[in-house]
């Protein structure tokens, strides 16, 4: 994982630069809400990495939404509306004396096939001609393309969609939009709008506590957890076991990369869901936080690294953030986890969740100022291959009105963040289905299949399984994938 090209030498010494990594950590002074135009904490964090790289779609979020019993102009109407109402969707970034800012610009969609087929933003060089007729194939094709071209955020709004009339009281929506404007808090302002036709309330659960930013004091506990944790000196790589190769200066050179990726995604059984989530109960979880545990038991499970770092996204909006003019609001909070074959499951798992929770503790620090603060204490880049979440899908309370039907399908970007991610999304109607994304020239594609079997067939086996060890668990996991 250490491959220090000229490339990517070049570009973390830009990032490092750019970000004045390697300076005392930042003490964030209090800000009672972002001011009109002012990037939040996180989204700050985003913006460097797009700068970075603006030739990158790894942050274009891409999602195909069909309405049924709905009328074509009343659709285009709402995306109008959603635009209009969220300054996130609706600016373009201006950098003045090296400070990013959002500027509203005048955005107007129009007709490419008069009363058939409606477009707003950009449109890319190779996406193909507006298809009258709405057919699904030329729809997803669309959608493919919009997805995979990169956005100008300086010259245009982070959103582009095509809206399809189709047969009777069927319309389409493509929407694409730059993780910069909006994160998992956010959809239910966003996707709300477009499916009422009015503005809803905001949606978005903010993080209990104040309104200000950690102080030099959190940011300090915050580093201190992490190099007694996720950043110590005998973190290994999860999937070659390796200790890095590079010491912890050299590491800030050699970060995980994007790369192309793979999805592959498979339903979870409801009853599975249902019984793991009395197993929270009994080990005192929430069941988000039980499914993580899941995830890494499922990285000891494949790769038999019973000690092992995951990083894990949080949703970290605070009070006073609107989302309709604050986007971005992720954090990223690494996680170490530790399994010994000879506990009992009920056990490993308390001791797994104790682990989420103690990280989560500092989800209130960003990930890019406990970075900084960790390099400037000596500390080496997160010895992590791995990302596990549990998501709500982007439609998951956002309500819809008596006779109409509103469904959502994602339209992958192709990159894979990290070499493989672990993935629980949780539909309006409460179902679950786990999405595997992997960069297949790391991890290859019979690996990423038994992942996502393993990660299932362990949701499904825990439950019965508190009173066994680990050890047996992990055997008869194995036994059945290969048998």
């Known amino acids: 994982m250490n491959l220090l ?4 030498l070049e570009l973390m010494r830009r990032r490092l630069a750019g970000s004045g990594a390697g300076a005392a950590p930042v003490v964030a002074t209090a800000v009672p809400r972002t001011p009109a135009g002012q990037l939040g904490i996180a989204e700050r964090r985003m913006w460097k990495i797009y700068d970075l790289d603006p030739d990158s779609v790894s942050h274009n979020i891409g999602l195909v939404l069909d309405f049924d019993g709905y009328e074509l102009d009343a659709v285009v109407g709402s995306f109008e509306l959603m635009v209009r109402e969220a300054e996130v969707l609706g600016s373009v970034i201006v950098v003045e004396d090296g400070v990013p800012r959002r ?3 005048i955005g107007q969609g129009h007709w490419a096939v008069p009363g058939a087929v409606w477009e707003w933003g950009s449109r890319p060089a190779n996406l193909p001609a507006a298809d009258p007729g709405g057919h699904r194939a030329d729809i997803l094709a ?8 990169p956005f100008d955020l300086t010259r245009e709004p982070p959103l582009r969609g095509r809206v399809y009339a189709g047969a009777g009281s069927r319309v389409t929506v493509v929407l694409v939009v730059h993780h910069l404007a909006v994160d998992d808090t956010s959809w239910a302002l966003l996707l709300g709008t477009l499916v009422s036709g009015s503005r809803p309330g905001s949606g978005a659960t903010a993080r209990p506590g104040t309104d200000t930013a950690p102080d030099r004091a959190t940011v300090d506990s915050a580093v201190r957890h992490a190099l007694a944790t996720w950043a110590a000196e005998d973190v290994r790589y999860p999937l070659s076991g390796s200790l890095p190769e590079t010491d912890a200066a050299q590491s800030w050179l050699s970060p995980l990369s994007d790369r192309d990726g793979v999805k592959i995604t498979g339903p979870v059984d409801p009853a599975d869901i249902e019984a793991l989530g009395a197993v929270s109960r009994e080990v005192g979880a929430t069941s988000n936080a039980l499914l993580i545990a899941v995830c890494a038991l499922s990285v000891y499970a494949l790769t038999d690294a019973a000690d092992h770092v995951l990083l894990v996204p949080s949703d970290n909006r605070r009070p006073g953030e609107d989302p309709s003019r604050v986007g971005y609001c992720g954090n990223i909070v690494p996680m170490r986890f ?12 308390r001791t797994a969740v104790a682990a989420v929770y103690r990280a989560m503790e500092f989800a209130t620090v960003d990930y890019g100022t406990v970075l900084t603060a960790l390099r400037a204490a000596g500390g ?3 010895v992590a291959e791995i990302m596990a979440s549990v998501r709500n899908a982007p439609l998951r309370g956002v309500p819809v009105s008596a006779r109409k039907e509103v469904s959502c399908e994602s339209v992958f970007n192709g990159i894979g963040n990290y070499p493989i991610t672990f993935a629980f999304e949780i539909a309006p109607d409460n179902r679950v289905h786990l999405e595997v994304d992997y960069q297949p020239d790391i991890v290859d594609n019979a690996f990423a299949r038994r992942a996502s079997a393993v990660t299932t067939a362990l949701v499904a086996r825990v439950p019965q399984a508190l009173d066994r060890t680990v050890g047996d668990l992990v055997h008869a996991v194995r036994e059945t994938e290969t048998a």
């Open 142 to 149: 669309a959608a493919s393309a919009l997805v995979k071209a």
């Open 103 to 105: 500027t509203p610009v």
């Open 380 to 382: 080496r880049f997160p």
């Open 5 to 8: 090209t000229d490339t990517r």
């Open 338 to 349: 530790s399994f010994d074959a000879g506990a009992s499951v009920r056990d490993s798992l």
